[in-house]
């Protein structure tokens, strides 16, 4: 059976619109939950299904997992998305095609913040 190539939308087409690079500051952090806005299509970089199989649909919600370059210009986010009928649970996913469910919260940054409140407490009483 012939395929039309028009039809067929590659991964260097698909990143070739977007090609610029990333802000300096990633938008999503690793374990914040998001959703997706976009049907995701395998577009070639997942060798185990056909491409322009449905991957993950519009609207499911996962964790992002960790988060990489392609190229070392465009940001990737590794996103896990639990108990969804799809022939994966992990995607990777641009930032255009995610949106933020809770605002992210360095927990580090956060446990600092306490202790320098702590230790000045501490300093003024002794």
Known sequence: MAVDKEEIVLHDSVTAKRSGKDAQIQKFHIGQKVEL???IVND???PHSPIG???MKKGSQGYIKTVGEFLQVIRVYE???FGV???VEIIGCR???LEA???YVDEVEEEL???KAHRERMNRQN
Do not use: N, R, S
């Open 37 to 39: 806005l976009e049907d």
């Open 44 to 46: 070639g970089t997942y």
């Open 53 to 55: 199989e449905l991957m």
């Open 79 to 81: 996103v896990h998305f």
């Open 85 to 87: 009928d799809a022939p």
């Open 95 to 97: 930032e255009h095609e």
């Open 101 to 103: 469910l809770e605002e």
């Open 113 to 115: 913040a306490y202790l």
